[in-house]
């Protein structure tokens, strides 16, 4: 099982780095964000040091859903989604492998976008403790977002109804992201902002342990 | 689709309380001290929101036992309640705006509850347009039955993350502490039982259109 889920992590990762396109595009959308954000808020000095953990959050939230729309719509486009089903009688397998390729791929945005913000804002990102944080939210994310990128991609709205269907549904990631972020950014250690990482474990949980009862309803024919 | 005679009952009985619910609440219960006569806003605003969020239960109930047993007749049941409760849902974010107006002095603040409902009202939203962008009665079903069991698990954990996050921030205005008579307590429930059997009976129309536009299609094609 493993080895299968290996095969198509594998799979989706060499077809990413061959074009790069999808990455690239995230990565430019990301950095868009991050300025528009700090133009339209006026976000220099204090401001912007208060308000860089929730820019970095909304920013990876948007971004996410470009990246997530993409990656299920290239799977369909080609034929995909059929032909893991043959290969795997296991829906979990595929569930598990996409989103695992789906969570690479944000990590590797994020690997980009920490450094950005920590010089944008002059905040120092780059430290264990926020990114942990980091990858905690990500997985929440990338768990939620890739089933929900499979049902979207199956309906006439396409990728504009993703962001519907995610963004309520990340409520508590983003506000145990954001204020677990903040706290560690003041100063604060990793077990006072213990509850916020708290929300963050139970949702990744919750989230992985639902999409994977109900994936196979999702992609049965 | 005919109405039996329990819908008749419910429509009666919904009628009937309804009147005596403004009665109720204009007339028996007291004159809030600090807030007036505003406050009376109070009881549908709070009956809307036990009803809105049960609506929720009831469309996430539906959904799994849509995705367990196949049956047309759960999905029926979660839309319906999809629907009808998100006009409940939208009742509280409208009569808390007006409440919260003269009594706080802002239409709207990030009090936890509001907060929660918006969310909701989100969700619901979200369930609705979905329904009405996917193809293929039998897809519409699985995919909003399986929106409808992800979003139910989120919602607990956006209360409680919400709440979490009122209480770190000094809030603007506080919440309403408001202390209850007995009077008030009775004419509270007097309300939330207004409010259901009212929502019962929308649910029950809401069934009996689909229904019967099951029915018309299988007509048209048989």
Redesign the interface.
């Known amino acids: 099982m493993l080895r299968q889920i290996g095969a198509i992590l594998a799979k989706d990762l060499a077809a990413e780095l061959h074009t790069r396109e999808i990455l690239s595009a995230m990565a430019v959308f990301a950095i868009t964000a991050v300025l528009t954000f700090s133009f339209a808020l006026d976000l220099r000095g204090a401001t912007g040091e208060a308000a860089a953990p929730g820019v970095l959050w909304t920013t990876i939230a948007f971004t996410g859903t470009l990246g997530l729309s993409r990656s299920l719509a290239r799977e369909q486009e080609s034929g995909g989604i059929s032909g893991l089903m043959l290969a795997s009688e296991d829906r979990t397998v595929i569930f598990v492998g996409k989103a695992l390729s789906n969570l690479v791929l944000m990590l590797l945005l994020e690997i980009v976008l920490l450094p950005l913000a920590t010089i944008f804002f002059d905040v120092n990102f780059v430290r264990p403790s926020v990114v942990l944080i980091v990858v905690l939210g990500t997985v929440g994310y990338a768990t939620a977002g890739t089933l929900l990128a499979a049902i979207a991609v199956n309906t006439r709205a396409r990728e504009v109804m993703l962001p519907i269907l995610l963004l309520p549904l990340v409520v508590p990631l983003l506000l145990g992201a954001v204020h677990a972020t903040a706290g560690l950014l003041e100063g604060l250690t990793l077990a006072e902002v213990g509850s916020w990482v708290q929300i963050l474990v139970v949702y990744d949980l919750l989230m992985t342990a639902a999409a994977v009862a109900t994936f196979s309803y999702v992609v049965e024919a | 689709m005919v109405r039996r005679w329990w819908d008749w009952l419910l429509i009666g009985l919904s009628v009937v309380m309804f009147c005596a619910a403004l009665v109720v609440v204009f007339l028996y219960a007291p004159r809030e001290a600090t807030m007036g006569d505003v406050q009376r806003i109070f009881y549908f605003h709070v009956a809307s929101a036990w009803v809105g969020f049960f609506g929720f239960f009831v469309t996430f109930l539906g959904g799994v036992l849509y995705?367990v047993r196949g049956e047309r007749r759960w999905d029926i049941l979660s839309l319906s309640s999809a629907e009808v409760g998100l006009t409940f849902i939208t009742m509280v974010l409208i009569t808390g705006s007006l409440w919260a107006k003269p009594v706080w002095g802002t239409y709207w603040t990030w009090e936890p509850r509001l907060t929660i409902s918006a969310?909701q009202w989100?969700?619901y939203?979200?369930y609705v347009?979905?329904r009405a962008?996917?193809?293929g009665e039998e897809?519409v079903a699985?995919?909003s039955?399986?929106?409808g069991?992800?979003?139910f698990?989120?919602v607990p954990?956006?209360w409680?993350?919400?709440r979490?996050?009122r209480t770190?921030h000094p809030q603007v205005v506080s919440s309403e502490g408001m202390a209850l008579t007995p009077k008030m307590v009775q004419t509270l429930m007097a309300s939330l039982a207004t409010f259901t059997v009212i929502y019962v009976t929308l649910l029950r129309e809401r069934m009996r259109l689909e229904q019967a536009q099951d029915r018309l299609a299988a007509l048209r094609e048989g």
Request: cysteine-free; overall charge positive; aromatic content about 16%.
């Open positions: 995705l969310v989100l969700i939203v979200a347009m979905l962008s996917t193809v897809r699985r995919f039955a399986v929106y069991v992800l979003a698990v989120t954990l956006s409680f993350a919400i979490w996050w770190i």
